[in-house]
């Protein structure tokens, strides 16, 4: 959660909204960063865009078309501020396929129609379903066309010519090896030491030169020492922009046309998705960025790069995706907002107009080399290890095989085709074994519980002895529903020859009372409807349980005398001991080692129906949490002898340095009530502890009742009564008093702080965010919903939402 705060004026007209935005021309301005990191961009994109029009079989021209249409038309009217696009090495073997087979005009064509496919899968809003791809298949199909991709360049390092697909290319090597063409093998070889050495260069001087991208600097020694050498190589031949090539109508067959458009659409929507949640994390790593850059908003995405195909097909350019490689080294450059990938495409405008002479001098053999190394990157170590580790390994070798033999859409079907037969064995695989231990039948089922296990299910429970003591531990997370019949009918069977059955999860915990007998069994169904969490002794539940007690003593007893008797205390930590405490004790153990860290300083009302574990879903030592009546913060000085406030803050800021602090107000505040109705002090009646306390929350109400704050609005619409907006007000209020504080005003200027509001409204179950701040700390006043599906910036106000 961020609070983005827009300037506040207080001299507006009377007609202008309290929010509008001011009026007057909006003046376009480009940050200093934006402009270094577009320079940054621009030198890594420039060889990379020749390298791979190369790679394709397609004029140079167009890579440099996609490279500047992808900066200026994506970075415009994407919805990834950050990420940059353009040709992608994802693309290069279907387009040179594409170009093979229909020519590149027909391919101009199919690129401008898989843009308008993307135009129509925006409007469908269909592009947050691209990510239920497995990463398995993504991440291989990357590498099966990084490895196309590393096959066809080598034959041009070699000084040789690609073959049309990856077998021609594997089984022609040996002749080619046989066949080196001493000059290019030596371009080659200077830029691949280059590329892979530059990064690695040590010292203060080596970090000074590793600002300049390697793949410049790669290309830039290569073209040198071919200019030097006077060694001969083919190099790079722009021809004249009035010659260049421009689409034609599609001429083929219409099914091999439609399956080039699907072909383009899917691989450069899902590569442009990936990256876009990819730039994500960088920008969320960067303090600096959090509060400024928006998420990307993935369905105007999806429009941008659809929008940037057809207009760099239409000017005869390759297909732009999202390229992950230009995208972190536009955020690791310090770019702030997309000025700096609009800039870049400007850049390779500019560079393509007039400095023809100077790229005319590079070798091809350094372009292909170049993009060699890339296709072998593509095949990442650090994604096999993780496909290995959730045990995906399969579906990832299928997929790169597909795509390296067969073509990226007979893979990716392939990969698919395998991830299903995973899935529906890991769905359908149960293992069943039975053991005795300490006296007692264990009956251990690893796996889900489906129809498909039921008879070995059921050839298991009847075989346990009767009258036995049987633990049913289940180690899965699924059971449908004929497997939980199986289960309950031979439970009660057995408890009915007097056994006994105990059902726990793989780490021992029980999953329901024992059903030792009819009486316990009822007791654990009475409990269903405090599920998810165990039964707290103020809920309804425990009223029917004493209608349904043990004895007439007890039954007779009043409730409420139960409820507040201490047997209730033991009762409920005993519960503690025997089913949370062996979860938590291990993380128990190391917070008492290492001490506490908190993320956040969580300030809140004292209301008993406020549980901040519960509703923002945090443990053992994620919250410093102080609670009060009022969820109050004295402004400092005016504490009247009671400092803990103020010695909490200053404990969080200082000494556990908290990220950030959150100020929790609450539906019906019973201090907001007391404060709206408390008059002017009386002189000649001291006032009692709680009517002093409540002063320090008058703030709140000269604020409510002043004409210079807006009225505080939740989720578009007014608060439903004057207590309501008095609690809105008060969480906005106490915000600005924590800025008074010395220690929470300097780390707010450090930026290693930040401050949010929020608001739980207990009938609703729901929980409210405050949107909003600006330099000058002024607050939009405007609490919006959190929804299931929310992802907030915050650790552990990610998860402060309804469930």
Known sequence: MTLCTPARTTNRPRSQRPHSPPDGPRRFRIAGADLSASVAVFLIALPLSLGIALATGAPLQSGLVAAAVGGIVAG?????????????????????????????????????????????LSALRVARSALAVSPAIVHGMLAGIGVTIALAQLHIVLGGTPQSSSVANVLGLPAQLANVHPSALAISALTVTVLLCWPKLPGRAGRLVRKAPAALVAVAGATALAALTGLAVPRVDLPSWSSHALPGLPEGPVLGIAAGVLTITLVTSVQSLLSAVAVDKLVAARPDLGRTVPRSGLDRELAGQGAANVVSGALGGLPVAGVAVRSVA?????????????LHGLWIVLAALLLVPVLDLIPLAALAALVMVVGIQMVSITHIRTVTRHREVVVYAVTLAGVTLVGILEGVALGIAVAIAVALHRLARTRITREERDGHELLHVRGQLTFLAVPRLSR??????????????????????????TLSEWTSGHLAHGGTVETTGPSGVRIAEPHASPDAAADTASHTCCRPWTPWHNHPCGEREADGADGPEEAAAPAETRRTSGLHLASGIGKFQRNTAPLVRDELARLAREGQRP?????????????????????????????????LVPLPGEESGDDSVA??????????????????????????????????????????????????????LDRMASRRHAWARISGRLPADAVE?????????????LRAYESVARRLAEGSLTLHGMYFHVGEAQAYLLSGTDEVHSYDDVFTQVMPSDHLESDHLTTARAS
């Not at 990420?83 to 401008?112: H, K, N």
């Not at 300030?603 to 030592?621: E, H, N, Q, Y």
């Open 76 to 120: 415009r009217f994407g919805g990834s501020p950050l990420q940059v696009s353009g040709p992608a090495a994802g693309l290069t073997v279907v387009t040179a396929e594409l170009i093979q087979r229909y020519g590149w005009r027909t391919t101009c064509a199919i690129t401008v129609l898989a843009g308008l496919a993307q135009l129509g």
């Open 725 to 737: 907006q008095l609690c809105l007000t008060n969480v906005v209020q106490q915000l600005e008093h």
């Open 647 to 700: 010695a909490a803050i200053e404990y969080a800021v200082d000494v556990l340095r908290v990220e950030s602090i959150t100020v929790c107000g609450h539906s019906g505040c019973g201090a907001m009530q007391a404060l709206l109705g408390s008059g002017p002090d009386d002189p000649a009646t001291p006032p009692t502890p709680l009517r002093r306390w409540l002063r320090h929350g008058r703030p709140s």
């Open 599 to 631: 993320s956040q300083l969580f300030l809140t009302c004292a209301d008993s129906r406020l549980v901040t574990s519960m509703i923002t879903s945090s443990g053992p030592g994620d919250l410093f949490t102080v609670r009060n009546v009022g969820n």
């Open 460 to 485: 298991a429970l009847h075989q346990l002895p009767r009258g036995s003591h049987v633990v049913v531990e289940l180690d899965g997370s699924f059971m449908d529903h004929a497997a939980f019949e």
């Open 330 to 342: 536009n955020v690791s450059a310090g770019a702030v907002s997309r000025a700096s990938t609009m």
